[in-house]
């Protein structure tokens, strides 16, 4: 069935650091992807998204590019911030009915 | 605002009891989803409907089951809790045709006793 891998975490950063979390993901034909974001005691925000190969999704200064070839969507950021602490999602869009496929969630702490 | 809400922050139970979740969203979506978050495992699918009166199995149905007798409200039941069924329970929403709209509730930490 459908699956998806997420880097292990917690990840944790100092203020201003460069971040990649890792996803990849085994799905039948080519699904939209999606990052979600949890902040501490809230439910899961959407937090960018990419329909079709070679789109890249943005939002926040997060970035992830769609990558066929190697069927990954990995999450970067170029300077992150303490507010970006968060546990991170990565869900690929499985097949009818709009099933999400979770990740198991990446945690990212930033520290000042 | 749109939103999805779930009737309860914290619930705390007992071991037997029958358990309500109640999930209600104001957006006319079709699709609703009920999932449980663990630690280390994500968000697994327990359940999800994709119209009044219509459910389907997701990942982990085993000890639930579900209701959609109206289209904003869609209700996870626990038959007979029990306490590894402690966790937390997202309620998702979104229209059949928009595979961006997605909402989720704020979520549901349930413990069983």
């Known amino acids: 069935g459908d699956s998806v891998t997420q880097m292990e975490g917690p990840v944790t950063l100092s203020e201003e650091a460069f971040l990649t979390i890792n996803c990849t993901y085994t799905?039948?034909?080519?699904?939209?992807l999606f990052w979600y974001v949890q902040y501490p005691g809230e439910g899961l925000q959407l937090l960018l998204k990419a329909t079709k190969a070679d789109d890249k999704g943005s939002n926040k200064g997060f970035e992830a590019t769609y990558r066929k070839e190697t069927t990954s969507f990995h999450l970067e950021k170029g300077s992150v911030q303490v507010s970006d602490s968060a546990v991170y999602f990565c869900?690929?869009?499985?097949?009818?009915?709009?099933?999400?496929?979770f990740g198991a969630g990446t945690r990212l702490a930033v520290h000042p | 605002d749109v939103k999805v809400t779930q009737s309860s922050r914290y619930l705390v139970k007992r071991t037997g009891e029958k358990v309500f979740l109640e999930c209600v969203q104001d957006?006319?979506?079709?699709?609703m989803f009920w999932y449980r978050q663990d630690p280390g495992l994500g968000l697994r699918l327990i359940y999800f409907s994709y119209d009044v009166k219509m459910k389907e199995k997701g990942d982990i149905p085993e000890g639930y089951s579900v209701s959609r007798e109206k289209k904003e409200r869609f209700s996870l039941i626990l038959e007979s809790a029990s306490t590894n069924q402690t966790s937390m329970y997202l309620c998702a929403s979104i229209a059949a045709r928009d595979r961006k709209q997605r909402t989720f509730g704020s979520g549901t930490r349930l413990t069983v006793v």
């Open positions: 799905a039948t034909g080519y699904p939209s």
């Open positions: 957006m006319d979506h079709e699709n």
């Open positions: 869900a690929p869009l499985s097949g009818g009915y709009n099933k999400l496929i």
